[in-house]
């Protein structure tokens, strides 16, 4: 089954730098790549995604990259705020077709410091 | 006002007691999950169902199960079986391809918090 390995775990920034967070997928058959959001007592919520005949997304002040041949993806905030605070995790899920499980990475604590 | 509920937001429960998880959506979703949050751990895949009366297992689906007999509805049952059932549960529901437009998005629910005694 999918493998799906985040880091780090946790990451702090100074308020306007960038953060950076890294996810590696096992499966081949995977081709949508979301990105969640959870602050502190919330529900997850997406914040963006990316599929597998896509390599870069971008959404104002967040990034999507994709590396199909190298299983990686990764999230990238630029000008971070301290509203960026949050757990963030990625997923990966297969395409169309058969039994659409979800995997999530850890998750990825980040603090951003006024 | 479209969304999915989950209830009882805290439950506390007494070891070898079976409990139930409501997670109920009015998206008219086709797909339902159960993840369980732990520190450290992320989002865990416990059950997961495409289609009434269908249902997958997840990667720790030991001492849970889920019935799927309405299209809005996805319950999970923590058995007495479950060694460590204290923890967050989330619910989310998605559309499937073919339903529509749309990401396929998860949606969560707001969770449910177990704690056993």
């Known amino acids: 089954g999918e493998n799906v390995e985040q880091h780090p775990s946790t990451l702090s920034v100074q308020e306007g730098d960038s953060a950076v967070i890294k996810c590696t997928y096992s499966d081949s058959a995977s081709n949508y790549f979301p990105w969640y959001k959870q602050e502190l007592g919330k529900r997850p919520q997406l914040i963006i995604d990316?599929?597998?005949?896509?390599g870069e997304k971008k959404d104002q002040r967040i990034a999507v990259t994709l590396n199909k041949t190298a299983k990686h993806f990764s999230l990238h905030i630029t000008e971070t705020q301290p509203e960026d605070s949050a757990v963030y995790f990625c997923?990966?899920?297969?395409?169309?077709?058969?039994?659409?499980?979800?995997?999530f990475g850890i998750g990825t604590k980040l603090q951003v410091i006024p | 006002d479209g969304g999915i509920t989950q209830s009882p937001k805290y439950l506390f429960r007494k070891e070898g007691q079976n409990v139930t998880l409501s997670c109920e959506q009015n998206l008219n979703h086709d797909a339902m999950y159960w993840y369980r949050q732990d520190p450290g751990q992320g989002l865990r895949l416990i059950y997961y169902s495409q289609i009434v009366n269908d249902f997958q297992k997840g990667d720790i689906a030991e001492g849970y199960s889920v019935s799927r007999e309405k299209k809005e509805s996805f319950p999970l049952t923590v058995t007495s079986a479950q060694k460590n059932p204290t923890a967050f549960y989330l619910c989310?529901?998605?559309?499937?391809?073919?339903?529509?437009?749309?990401?396929?998005?998860?949606?969560f629910g707001e969770g449910s918090r177990l704690t056993v005694l």
């Open positions: 989310a529901s998605r559309t499937t391809p073919g339903q529509g437009t749309g990401t396929g998005e998860l949606f």
């Open positions: 997923a990966a899920r297969p395409g169309p077709g058969g039994y659409q499980k979800v995997t």
């Open positions: 990316i599929r597998s005949n896509v």
